[in-house]
């Protein structure tokens, strides 16, 4: 009988206790972004593109959405692991990546990112 009403007091309690909260559990959003690296025809060097969402722009004007250093020149980077690292000081989390091989621009890098807004 007594192991019982410790079998029956363990459940009880069980069913009661919670575990840890994740960030995914919260009623947190998140803002997300896309990387696309294209490596350049006679370098080995990347051109990268950040696409927050934002407008383009159109046929006749279109926007450079190409990262830019403090002299407003493109920056070059040695691979896509080294756009990563910079995105992550940035407070941006890898989500999923892509890659396809193009015959007129080669191989197209595609990363999708996550940044938690509280």
């Known amino acids: 009988m007594k192991k019982f009403i410790i079998v029956a007091l363990c459940s ?3 069913i009661t206790l919670f575990g840890q909260t994740t960030l995914d559990s919260l009623n947190s959003k998140a803002t ?3 990387i ?3 490596q350049g025809l006679f ?15 159109s046929f006749w004007h279109s926007k450079d959405t190409r ?3 403090e002299n407003g020149d493109a920056i070059k980077f040695n691979s896509m692991i080294d ?4 995105m992550q000081q940035e407070g941006w989390d890898f989500v ?8 007129k621009d080669g191989y197209v890098y595609h990363w999708l990112l996550r940044r938690r807004i509280m």
């Open 12 to 14: 009880v309690f069980s």
């Open 32 to 34: 997300y972004c896309e």
């Open 36 to 38: 696309v690296g294209k």
């Open 43 to 57: 370098s080995k060097k990347l051109t990268i593109n950040i696409d927050y969402g934002q407008e383009t722009g």
């Open 67 to 69: 990262l830019k250093d």
């Open 83 to 86: 756009v990563l690292n910079l």
């Open 96 to 103: 999923n990546t892509y890659v396809i091989g193009d015959a």
